[in-house]
């Protein structure tokens, strides 16, 4: 059966914020990434500055709006610092957006070419939920540092002190939360419109506490190369995460990041001695004799493990090892992942308990509970 959109991978994820210089610095310093392009008044962006910066594959672009009354400048007004853009490698930019627009998509850019002296890049752009959108890129013909119109820029610090200077190497997967009852709409438009397959779900007791619970499903491109779980609330008898998000971003959004990395201690550690807060895991769930006889032999001793919070979880294919950061600005909306996987396929299904609990003490410290 033949690709109906194939994808050649992420192409970046593009935020928002209100300080891109700011932004800029704290990702190069806190996630060890490296600035490599920027976009500003000084070569011709009168209205927006952009910061782009890489670590392997992953590329995020951080912009921000110079001027008030933009669409920029409200993105940021209202939702805070957040995602804008999945923007998708892909092939045929063309027959991509074809096909997209004919089952269904919100056409917001049509295909078009850019270029300048490094080559050509063909753009366009669909709609997904909330404000969020695909940019299909093909930059298959452009050997600049990241699209017509940014120039190369020098990193802001040196970096990391690790094997390859690096924290990770690339996107696993990008979260969106989107409102009650409306996963399934979601799940959907990923199969129309992209032909992504639903590759794993989690309902009820999967994602449940005491407290709260949500529902989950994983749909995903052929290759396994773009993976967007989609998240909505569940009912519950408190606040669930994704209830906080959704008041907080004021409307569907992308939730979080997950970061793939080859040494997650040392990452970890890296990220923490920089400043960045993890969510706490309780010794409890270090010390439970059936999470050490389901995980069995691990890379790491559970000790290790243990003195960092990271959490692990085993299925059919082989294991993984993850943790989540704190909210990385003011508003309890955009987090991030670190995992490292050794064959799972999978999303720590057996750690979502753990999580979820761990997540509600931070939302029952913020008082949103």
């Not at 709409?185 to 397959?197: A, D, Q």
């Not at 669930?240 to 998000?245: A, F, K, N, V, W």
Request: charged letters at 25%.
């Amino acid at each position: 059966m033949s690709d109906v959109f194939p994808v050649n991978g992420m192409h970046a994820v593009v935020f928002a914020v209100g300080n891109a210089r700011q932004a800029a610095h704290y990702y190069s310093t806190a996630f060890g990434m490296r600035l490599v392009a920027y976009k500003g008044p000084e070569n011709g962006s009168p209205d927006v500055a952009a910061y782009v910066l890489t670590s392997g594959s992953a590329t995020f672009e951080l912009r921000a709006s110079l001027r008030p009354g933009t669409d920029l400048a409200r993105h940021v007004a209202e939702h805070g610092d957040g995602v804008i853009d999945l923007a998708i490698e892909v092939p045929d930019v063309e027959a991509g957006y074809a096909y997209a627009v004919a089952h269904g998509a919100k056409g917001l850019a049509e295909p078009h070419t850019v270029e300048d002296e490094h080559g050509k890049v063909v753009l366009a752009a669909i709609a997904t939920y909330g404000e969020t959108r695909h940019t299909l890129v093909d930059t298959s013909n452009y050997g600049g540092p990241y699209l017509p119109g940014y120039v190369p820029a020098e990193p802001l610090v040196a970096p990391p002190a690790t094997k390859n200077g690096r924290l990770f190497q690339a996107i696993d997967h990008c979260v969106g939360n989107v409102e009650l009852g409306k996963m399934d709409e979601w799940v959907e438009f990923y199969r129309k419109v992209m032909g992504f397959t639903n590759m794993a779900e989690f309902i009820g007791d999967d994602i449940a506490t005491e407290y709260s619970a949500l529902m989950s499903k994983v749909v995903a491109d052929g290759t396994r190369k773009v993976k967007f779980p989609l998240n909505e609330p569940a009912i519950s008898r408190k606040k669930s995460q994704i209830d906080e998000y959704l008041e907080f971003y004021r409307g569907p959004g992308v939730q979080h990041i997950a970061l793939a990395t080859n040494d997650i201690l040392t990452t970890v550690d890296h990220m923490r001695a920089a400043g960045v807060s993890f969510l706490q895991t309780p010794d409890s769930y270090y010390d439970d004799p059936e999470l050490r006889a389901r995980i069995g032999q691990v890379r790491a001793p559970i000790e290790e493990l243990k003195k960092r919070g990271i959490l692990v979880d085993r299925d059919e294919d082989g294991y993984l090892l993850q943790i989540f950061t704190q909210p990385v600005q003011d508003r309890p909306t955009v987090f991030f992942e670190l995992i490292e996987r050794h064959g799972s396929l999978g999303f720590g299904k057996g750690n979502f308990k753990a999580l979820f609990e761990a997540i509600e003490r931070e939302q029952e410290r913020r008082g949103n509970l």
